[in-house]
């Protein structure tokens, strides 16, 4: 097996890179909040909040569009402007509902806002932002592997400095 740093390097780059929207998008969310949750403070048909206050609409909102500025600045670079809009628009929103998506599965499980449940807090929206995005490009295997062991490296960094900066009530 050849083992080249280099363009392992290199691939590890290029998946951030391609996944920069859906981190973005992810971050805004958590950075800008709000105050609305998505679900309007209603319940599910267990008694549960459907999300809970976690997911807020101008969280997602912000989300979507910090995600998709991103997109439109790397699609600047590689001069296929519409395509890495159409791509980060997916790779955001995809980003957001998996976030949701998880939120709804915490709530089912009777697992309360801000508690942890392993990997589903960690990659709820990586697997959102693939899911969407894949609708119109074709993701490599190494890409999502990849994409998915930098996701749980980054989540835990990122909530601990958020945890650090006041942001988060926990480092998980």
């Known amino acids: 097996m050849d083992f080249n740093v280099t363009e392992n390097i290199i691939l590890v780059l290029n998946v951030v890179y391609f996944l920069l929207p859906a981190y973005i998008a992810n971050l805004s969310g958590l950075v800008f909040g709000g105050k609305r949750p998505i679900d309007m403070g209603k319940n599910f048909f267990d008694g549960n909040r459907i999300i809970g206050d976690g997911v807020t609409i101008e969280g997602f909102a912000y989300g979507v569009l910090f995600g998709v500025f ?92 958020a945890y650090l900066l006041g942001i988060k009530d926990v480092w998980y």
């Open 70 to 161: 991103i997109g439109v600045i790397e699609g600047l670079k590689l001069e296929n402007l519409l395509f890495c809009l159409q791509m980060s628009l997916l790779l955001s929103f995809g980003a957001l509902v998996g976030d949701a998506v998880g939120s709804f599965i915490k709530r089912r499980l009777g697992v309360s806002r801000g508690k942890p449940v392993p990997f589903l807090d960690q990659l709820d929206f990586f697997v959102g932002a693939i899911l969407f995005v894949s609708l119109i490009v074709h993701i490599p295997m190494n890409y999502i592997i990849i994409g998915a062991i930098l996701t749980l490296i980054l989540h835990l960094v990122t909530n601990t400095i």
